[in-house]
Each structure stands twice: as C-alpha cells, then as structure tokens.
C-alpha cells in the first residue's frame, strides 16, 4: 500500500509541477525575463537553507526568501534605473553567495540541505502535494483570471499602462506567483533543476505558435510530458528524478525548434 | 470639455531637465502639433498628459483631473496612444487582431473579457484601416506600415477623447497616410477629440492640424495656427 501511495504522490507531483512551473513560464519566457527563474530557485534554496540552519520549516523560509526577492526586483524594475537582466544578475549572485555561505554552517549532515539543491519527486509527502495542487491551482486561476491583462504586458508594459491597466499590480503578482511556483517545486525537483522547467517547455511552446492560448496549452502539455518522461526514465534507471526531468524538458525542446514553423530547421528545409 | 493645460511644468530626466516652464492650454477638439529637432521633448509632453511620466514642477490638469501618480489611471482610460517606432519580438505570441482589440482591455476593467461584438467591431476598424487581410496574422510578421496602421486602429477601438499620435505615419506609404489621415480628421470631427500629433512631415500636420508648437531643448519657442482645420 506505502509503495502504491509513493507511486502515485510521484507521478501526481510530476504533473502539477510540469503544469505549476510551465505557466509560469510562459509569462516570464515571453516577458523577456526568463533568468528570473534562476534567481528565484536560487533565493528559495538560500532560504530552504536558512530555514534548515534557524530550525524553522525550510519550506516557509524558501516562500519568504522568494518573497523578498520578488519585493526587491519589482520596485528596481519599476524605477528602470537597472536594467532587468544587471539587477537579476545581482539577486542571483546575492542568493548563490548566501547559499554557500549557509551551506557549511547547517550542523551535522548536509543532505538535508543538499535535498532541496538536487530535489527528489519520489520522497514527496503527502503535505508537499497539497502545497503543490494549491499552488497549481492559483496559477491556473490567475492565467484565466488575467489573461487580457497578460497578453498586453507581454505585447509591451508601457502600453500596458498608457491603456490603464494595472500593470505594475500584475507584474508583481507575477513575481510573487514565481517565487510560490517555484518553492512548492523545489522539494521535488531541486533548486537547480526547477529552472528548466520553467523556460523549456514555454520556450519549446514559443517555436510552435503564435496563440498565446495555444502556447500556455502546449507548454502544460510540454512541461507534464517532461514531469513524466523523466519519472519513468528515473524508475527505469534508478537515478533520482530531477536530473532526466530537467534534460526531458531539453529534448522537447530541441525538437520542438527543430520543427518550428517559426523558421525552424525543417521549415526552413522544405521551404528552400 | 476636456481641454489639457499644462501650467508652468518642468520635467527632468537622469539628472537634465527635458521640459522647462511649458505653459499652454489645449480646447476639446483641438488638433496640436509637436515640431522640432529630435530631443526637443515632443515625446515627454505625450508621456506627461498619458500619465507615464510626471513633473518635478508644475501641474498638468486634463479636464477636471489635475494629474498625479493617484489619478493619472482616469486620464489614460480617455487617452489613445499611438508610440514611435514599434518593435516588438518577431515571433511574439500576439495576433494582429488581439493587439487592436488591447485597446478596450482597460475599459473592459478586470475579470471581464471582450465580447463577440467587441471582436466584430475589430474586424470592422481593420477593414477601414485595409488590414482586414491580418486580423489572424501575428502582429511581429507583419510589415512596419501595417504594424503602424494597427497602432493606429488600437488607438481607435479605446473610442479615445484624448488621442497622442507620435510619428505614426513613419513606416506607412504615401496612398495609405492620406487616407488614415482622412479617417482620423472625419473621426476628430465626429467624436470632438482633442489631438497631439508628433510628426517631422509638415505636409501632414497642415492637413491634421489647427496649430503646431514649436519645440526647442524642452522650451515651446513659438506657436503658430493653421487655419481651415478646426
């Protein structure tokens, strides 16, 4: 019975983390800031760690890490004094020095910490999974809910706001949304992998269409495909799960830009 | 009525002031042209009455609305904008006709969403600007005239009192400016909208416009009207 409940929080995990992190994605792929996945996974796992070391939930800590971050990069974002990807640049090499400066002071072993570095989709708790599934459906609510008001933020943000949208409210919404996204995720798939999940199945989505409908649709299916190719290459290989999670996303990808009508290899071939 | 008075307004940029001392009022109806060398602050004065930028000096008041962070929403509800030089990702995933349609999105308001009507009067704006062909296009594949032109019905579909036009004939031929121009002159006249029109083309401010600001280093040196227009 435990095995059959593993089995199942596994591959639960792995599709709300696909459809989780594959929304999110496609907001901030078309949005031009994709590196923010990196600094957020970063901050979350800096903070997972600061959680360890203080004794508080490594979980909660990881959200409020992502938080301040986001509470940060919105107002610098705002002034327009940094450009995007220099204050991105900043954050992230802030959250790497924490991390390995929190690191050597948790005591005792360091695979609790290491944990939520690699991440392990088959240890994942019952709680982990409801965490999950909430955050999944806030993100799925929030694209319904917004959807207009993205697709002119993704079109340009300073037309956003000329129109009389609330766009500085949205994109910190965004930014917060992306910090929750990716610390329910980190527990399964890892600070370091949670990016790819981010950018590659909304990027490999970007090469197929220009409906951005269609491309949060393919970039759920993309990331839920990865979730799961990856799992089953996992239990076939007997490796933790992050790692051909991450690389499934990859080759999605490559052959999502292989066939991209959007002159893609092929497309370019036939059209010669 | 929604005349734009701009009393004593300073604005500075980076550590340089852009707009110095500009004091003028616009009536409802009025078409004003911004002239002058380029960084002579046409752009600025469109980006102050849009509420996208604010003065450091001075007060600008749009109708009843004295412009600040805390209002500037109710102005940019009324205003249509039409920027320079539109470049966007060619492979944005964001059709011709969506980007129109973007016009009413801040009208609409949140949690509401266009109706089919609203889709049927984009067609409608398309086919009067002839882009009619691109409504399912995607806006980054199509030509620069046509991205102009879109602007342009964007702008439209908000049904805009206020309407800020910055070098929006740039990239348009020869045959399809005169007829735009002819379509927002009868549009102006119809709904007495209040326009600024930024253009380097004298030809089309003298066919759009009642009277044109000359521009210099962030000073309005002189005015002047053209008569027939209003």
Redo the contacts between chains.
């Keep these: 019975m435990e095995i059959y409940n593993f089995m199942i929080y596994s591959w639960a995990g792995a599709l709300l983390v696909g459809i989780a992190c594959s929304l999110i994605g496609v907001i901030v792929v078309t949005m031009g800031i994709s590196f923010l996945g990196v600094c957020m996974s970063h901050a979350a796992f800096a903070g997972a760690l600061a959680g360890i070391i203080l004794g508080i939930n490594p979980v909660i800590c990881a959200f409020i890490f992502c938080f301040i971050v986001a509470g940060i990069l919105g107002p610098i974002s705002d002034r327009g004094d940094i450009k995007p990807d220099t204050s991105l640049g900043i954050i992230f090499s802030s959250s790497l020095g924490l991390s390995f400066l929190f690191l050597p002071l948790i005591p005792g072993s360091k695979s609790e910490g290491l944990r939520f570095l690699w991440g392990n989709i088959l240890t994942i708790s019952n709680s982990d999974l409801f965490i999950l599934c909430a955050v999944t459906i806030v993100t799925i609510g929030f694209v319904i809910a917004f959807f207009k008001e993205i697709q002119i933020l993704i079109f340009n943000r300073i037309l956003a706001v000329a129109s009389g949208i609330p766009a500085r409210a949205i994109y910190y919404l965004i930014l917060f949304l992306c910090g929750a996204t990716i610390t329910a995720s980190i527990k399964a798939v890892g600070g370091l992998l949670v990016f790819a999940l981010i950018v590659n199945p909304a990027a490999a989505a970007y090469q197929l269409t220009y409906d951005l409908k269609k491309m949060f649709l393919i970039s759920s299916i993309f990331g839920m495909a990865s979730g799961c190719l990856g799992l089953l290459v996992s239990f076939w290989l007997n490796i933790p799960a992050g790692a051909p999670i991450a690389l499934c996303s990859v080759i999605i990808f490559t052959i999502a830009t292989i066939f991209s009508p959007k002159k893609g290899t092929v497309y370019e071939m036939r059209k010669a | 009525m929604k005349n734009i008075i701009f009393d004593s307004v300073s604005v500075a940029r980076a550590g340089r002031i852009i707009i110095k001392n500009a004091s003028f009022t616009i009536k409802t109806g009025e078409c004003v042209a911004l002239y002058g060398p380029n960084g002579a602050g046409k752009t600025t004065i469109l980006n102050l009455i849009?509420?996208?930028l604010f003065a450091f000096q001075g007060k600008i008041v749009v109708g009843d609305t004295t412009l600040t962070k805390n209002t500037a929403?109710s102005v940019?509800?009324i205003?249509g904008?039409v920027?320079q030089n539109?470049e966007?990702?060619s492979?944005?995933?964001?059709?011709a006709k969506?980007?129109v349609l973007?016009?009413i999105?801040?009208?609409?308001g949140?949690?509401h969403?266009?109706s089919q009507q609203h889709f049927d009067k984009v067609r409608k704006i398309m086919e009067l600007f002839e882009i009619g062909h691109i409504f399912d296009r995607?806006?980054?594949?199509i030509s620069g005239g046509e991205k102009q032109k879109t602007m342009i019905a964007r702008a439209m579909m908000?049904e805009p009192e206020i309407l800020l036009l910055d070098e929006p004939f740039s990239s348009i031929s020869e045959s399809s400016k005169w007829k735009i121009l002819e379509i927002i002159k009868h549009w102006k006249k119809e709904k007495n909208i209040t326009i600024l029109l930024v253009s380097h083309e004298k030809q089309v401010i003298e066919k759009l416009c009642n009277k044109i600001f000359y521009l210099e280093e962030g000073t309005i040196v002189s005015q002047e009207s053209i008569d027939g227009n209003l």
């Design positions: 849009n509420g996208l929403l940019q509800l205003t904008y920027p539109f966007v990702d492979r944005i995933p964001i059709l969506t980007v973007s016009g999105y801040g009208k609409l949140l949690f969403y266009p995607p806006f980054g594949q908000q």
